[in-house]
Every structure is written in C-alpha cells, then in structure tokens.
C-alpha cells in the first residue's frame, strides 16, 4: 500500500468517526414555557434568545395579561415554543399542531414570581411528567432589590419546598417594555445560567444545532458551534495520542484541517448565513501552517509518554480548535474575502482569537 493510499484511507476513516461524533442536525426542538399570567414569560423568553430591546420576538407590555392564551412561536421548521398559563391550556386548544407539540416536548421552562404559590404545584407535577428536562425560573428578581440579602435566598427555598424541585434559576429580563423610559439601562441578570442549562440539555439529546440556529447573538452560536467541533476533535486526538510521534504528526494534522474546513462553514451558515466552500476554508488553513506546527509539536512530545500523551493532545486540540473557531469567526464577522486573505491578515486573526481566549480564562 502506498503512502498515498494509506493517507487517502486515514482520512476517509477520520471524516467518518467525526460525523459520527458530530451533533445530529435534522431533529426538532420543543419547548412549553408555563406560568401565569404576569409573571414575565415573554420578555424572558426575548432575554433566552438574546434579543435586541427593539426587535423583541415575543411582545411586552406594562398592562397585566399581554399574553393571557396559549401563544405558539415558530421560530423555524424545527423550532417551536408554546407559551402559556399551563399545559391544560394546550390541552384544550386542540389544534393539530397542539396535539403533536404535547407528545415530543423537550423542555419545560416553569416561570414563578414573588412569595409562593401553592396552586402552582399541580401545574408544575404536570409539566414535569410531560417533558424530558424542566427549568424553575424565579423571575422578576429585582422586585427584591430594596429587601435584605437573604429575602432572595428565603423565596428560592420557599419555591423548593413548594414545588419540590432541588434547583430554581433566579433571573431579571427587564427592558422589553416598549413604554420604558428611553436611556432606562436593562436588567438582565440569571439569563446565561438558563440559556446554558437549556443548551447543555439539548447538546446531550443530540438537539442544540436547530436552537442555536434561531439564537439572535451571533457569538453565543457561534460560541456552542466552536465548542462541539473542539469536543469532537478532543476525542479523536485522545485515540491519536496512544501513538507516539506519528499519530499525532500525520493524524492531528488532519484533523486540524478537516475541523477548519468543517467549523468554518458551519460558521458561515449558521451564524452569517453565508455559503462558503471547502476550498475557502483549505485556503485559510494554508495560512494557520506555522500555528498548526506549534501545536503538533507539543503532541507528538507529550505522546512519548504513556496516558500523559492522550490527555495533552486532547487538552491541545480543544484550546487550538477554539482559537482557530474563533479567528474563523472573527474573519467572517469582519466580511473578508477568504480566498484574497493573506497570510498576515490571517495571522491577525488567530492572535484576535487566542487574545479572545486568553481573556475568557
């Protein structure tokens, strides 16, 4: 067998061990975000998907009741959030979409306010038996902001012990409002640990791509994109780094320029909605050679030590996948022309994304 042929196998085995570690891309998202009427369900739900103040996806309204029935938001063909008092209220609208909607619910986002509410214990056990995963989100945390410390940390044990559930988010989505007084800064505060517990639970069922995919800022998609091509070659540089010198040499060099060419389009898709060809991404790789080097010598070093190798090729794939994503995404952010890059601007890129992760430790 000749070099070539066994080069041309390795990668032919490489791109099928990737997909098959890559995040599932044809499967739906639903989500039912329950709670009564006032508690803040909407502009919530505005704050998840990062929203712009003034481009609200879900209307706001100081009045009490804006959303006072079941209200569906598709987002896309794959992505749908009912929005209502309960699930009975689904129930009784009785539409098709409905009926489909209460057999495959992923998430349940359970929305409280303020002192407890023994009512909401039945709506809460029925959500919780419906769906897969269940959030408790303790909104409007600022009605709380001239009471002692401990008033917050006494509702959220009162909340448990009510509902009987172990975790509850405290969150503030506050700057929705159309009547807010302009200049008025937003509260958002408890919004990433919710946005995070919702994309953790999808990225184990196989189900974060469509979510991400409707997520309105552009760093958080691209951020979870980065994050699963990083993952995936972590894994593959493992298995490589049981072999000393060469799997890291001929294999990881690999890896590094099928992860480019793969992350970057699915950068330019998903988040710039922008067509871009393998050919581009190889062009880009050309110009990362003295990058890439660096870190295929820390490997095939560190895999002359037994069990130590595996760990730091899979520690040195996940740091240099990212920093390369995020040169990606920062050349695709600034418009470039990836075949017309040079190798200094795509230098300047990689020191944006490694300053990016430096100041993220």
């Given at each position: 067998?000749?070099?070539?042929?066994?080069?041309?196998d390795y990668e032919k085995g490489f791109v099928k061990m990737y997909e098959e570690k890559s995040p599932k891309f044809d499967s739906s998202v639903?989500?039912?975000?329950?709670?009564?009427?006032?508690?803040?369900?909407?502009?919530?739900?505005?704050?998840?998907?990062?929203?712009?103040?003034?481009?609200?996806?879900?209307?706001?309204?100081?009045?009490?009741?804006?959303?006072?029935?079941?209200?569906a938001y598709r987002l896309d063909d794959?992505?749908?959030?009912?929005?209502?008092?309960?699930?009975?209220?689904?129930?009784?609208?009785?539409?098709a979409e409905t009926?489909?909607?209460?057999?495959?619910?992923?998430?349940?986002?359970?929305?409280?306010?303020?002192?407890?509410d023994s009512s909401q214990k039945a709506n809460y056990d029925d959500l919780k038996k419906s769906v897969k995963k269940t959030i408790v989100v303790l909104?409007?945390?600022?009605?709380?902001?001239?009471?002692?410390?401990e008033a917050l940390d006494e509702v959220v044990a009162q909340w448990k012990s009510a509902l009987g559930t172990e975790k509850i988010f405290p969150a503030c989505a506050k700057g929705y409002d159309p009547t807010m007084r302009k200049g008025k800064p937003m509260d958002l505060r408890g919004i990433d640990e919710i946005r995070d517990e919702i994309l953790n639970f999808l990225q184990a069922e196989g189900k974060e791509t469509p979510f991400i995919r409707i997520l309105r800022n552009k760093e958080i998609k691209a951020h979870k994109i980065i994050h699963s091509y990083a993952s995936a070659a972590a894994v593959t540089s493992a298995a490589l780094g049981t072999v000393p010198v060469l799997g890291p040499v001929t294999g990881d060099s690999l890896i590094l320029i099928a992860i480019t060419a793969k992350m970057g389009q699915s950068l330019s898709r998903d988040v710039f909605n922008r067509n871009t060809e393998v050919s581009h991404w190889k062009h880009v790789a050309a110009g990362m050679a003295q990058f890439f080097a660096g870190a295929l010598t820390i490997k095939a070093l560190a895999s002359l030590i037994p069990i130590y190798g595996s760990a730091v090729n899979a520690a040195t794939s996940v740091v240099t996948v990212e920093t390369i994503g995020w040169a990606a995404y920062h050349l695709l952010d600034e418009g470039s022309d990836l075949d017309k890059l040079s190798k200094e601007d795509i230098g300047k890129a990689l020191d944006w994304g490694k300053n990016l992760k430096s100041s993220s430790k």
């Open positions: 067998m000749t070099d070539q042929q066994s080069f041309k639903n989500i039912a975000l329950i709670g009564t009427v006032n508690t803040g369900k909407s502009s919530l739900l505005n704050a998840i998907l990062g929203c712009e103040r003034d481009k609200p996806l879900a209307p706001v309204g100081v009045k009490s009741g804006v959303t006072t029935k079941v209200t794959r992505v749908l959030i009912i929005d209502c008092p309960g699930l009975d209220d689904v129930r009784k609208e009785n539409s009926k489909n909607f209460l057999k495959n619910i992923d998430i349940g986002i359970f929305v409280v306010i303020g002192s407890t909104n409007k945390i600022d009605e709380l902001d001239d009471h002692e410390k």
